[in-house]
């Protein structure tokens, strides 16, 4: 089964400083996709960005972009200048044949 | 983005009980449908997995005589909780999926709160 490791419980950062979350997976298989996502309270899933695994490029959306490096299974999320409205949980996500997440980073953007 | 309709929003029954909950798919078909599960400031947990027309297949742990999965059409999925307990409750979410692997991505219900009394 594929797994989704998020090292990182908590994490702070100040307002309009950068911060990258980390996320690695272990999977065996070839054609899958990776997320992240955020979740406010109201506990419904934003989705923030999205890699395909067959591209080298990394994505990026606004201030937000990935590092995907694939021979070592990481996928890390940078936000750059820090918004109040980035404070939310944010999960890592496979999906391949299934569709797994990470344990979840908790993220608190300080005025 | 498309839209993944889930309902009830929030559901309180007695234990014993038997509660429903349902995902539909708006606008696109969906042929396979993620259940999860997720306590409060924890992940999401996946249930099963189900493919339109097949049973589903549920993750290790996940009772399935407990937690009937059913996905008859390309547009709706069903999550029943049967003889509801009180650690039954829960957050539930239901995930909806336009492919079956590798060409696509998949969409979220907003979810299902359940208070087993």
């Known amino acids: 089964a594929q797994t989704v490791t998020q090292s990182q419980p908590e994490m702070s950062v100040q307002e309009a400083e950068t911060v990258t979350l980390s996320c690695t997976y272990d999977?065996?298989?070839?054609?899958?996709?990776l997320f992240w996502y955020k979740q406010p309270p109201s506990r419904q899933m934003i989705l923030v960005i999205r890699q395909e695994a067959y591209k080298q490029q990394n994505a990026t959306e606004n201030r937000f972009s990935v590092n995907f490096q694939k021979a070592a299974k990481s996928f890390s999320l940078k936000i750059s200048d820090s918004q109040l409205g980035d404070t939310a949980m944010y999960f890592c996500a496979f999906l391949g044949n299934q569709f797994y997440f990470g344990t979840g980073t908790s993220l608190t953007v300080i005025p | 983005g498309a839209v993944v309709s889930q309902h009830p929003s929030r559901v309180i029954c007695k234990s014993g009980t038997s509660v429903k909950i349902e995902c539909r798919s708006l606008d696109f078909q969906a042929t396979t449908m993620f259940w999860y599960r997720q306590f409060p400031k924890q992940s999401l947990m996946l249930m099963a997995t189900?493919?339109?027309?097949?049973?589903?297949?549920?993750e290790q742990g996940v009772e399935k005589d407990k937690f009937l999965i059913n996905h008859a059409s390309l547009t709706l999925s069903t999550l029943t909780v049967t003889s509801a307990h009180p650690e039954d409750s829960s957050f539930y979410i239901c995930?909806?999926?336009?492919?079956?692997?590798?060409?696509?991505?998949?969409?979220f219900g907003q979810g299902t709160r359940l208070t087993v009394v």
């Open positions: 189900s493919n339109e027309g097949s049973k589903a297949t549920y």
């Open positions: 999977t065996s298989e070839n054609n899958y996709y």
């Open positions: 995930s909806a999926r336009a492919g079956v692997t590798g060409v696509s991505e998949a969409f």
